[in-house]
């Protein structure tokens, strides 16, 4: 038998320790809510695209789950560590969208259609640091298509 000695931790180093963890993660959405996350303006030739920018695991998991609808001009951006084969399914997402796979420079790797509520995965051709999500179509009905390029404070 082994016995283990234990101290006990102070109430308000706990206490402490739990706010400051708290001050550092992102918020999350409430289930069945979307996501509010901060925004960059990014360009695609004469187009400009307001993108809410996820750049956490949670952030980037939520993406744009619940969403009702959204404007024209806006998306999001996922934002990864370090370039990899990034794919994504459309898992809680309701409403249809199209996934520009980016490169570290803007450019378009890959464009691909995606369902709603589907779990059908869709996938970068190349490893990339970047996916932007806009509404479905939207890239094709601005000529936008691999080897385009975006660009905004996120490329270089």
């Known amino acids: 038998?082994?016995?283990i000695k234990t101290r006990r931790v102070p109430a308000a180093l706990l206490a402490g320790l739990a706010a400051l963890a708290l001050s550092h993660s992102a918020p999350a959405a409430p289930d069945g809510q979307p996501q509010q996350l901060p925004t960059v303006t990014l360009h695609a030739g004469m187009h400009n695209i307001v993108a809410q920018v996820?750049?956490?695991?949670?952030?980037?998991q939520t993406g744009l789950m619940y969403r009702q609808q959204m404007a024209g001009h806006e998306g999001m951006i996922f934002v990864f560590e370090s370039p990899a084969t990034q794919c994504f399914w459309m898992r809680n997402t309701?409403?249809?969208l199209s996934a520009a796979f980016v490169a570290d420079d803007g450019?378009?790797?890959?464009?691909e259609d995606m369902k709603p509520l589907s779990d059908e995965s869709h996938c970068?051709?190349?490893?990339?640091?970047f996916v932007l999500e806009m509404n479905q179509?939207?890239?094709a009905k601005r000529g936008l298509k691999t080897g385009s390029r975006l660009t905004g404070p996120l490329f270089n």
């Open 94 to 96: 309701l409403i249809p």
């Open 54 to 60: 996820a750049k956490t695991g949670e952030q980037r």
């Open 137 to 139: 179509g939207w890239f």
């Open 1 to 3: 038998m082994t016995l």
């Open 124 to 129: 970068s051709r190349q490893p990339v640091r």
């Open 107 to 111: 450019s378009i790797v890959n464009i």
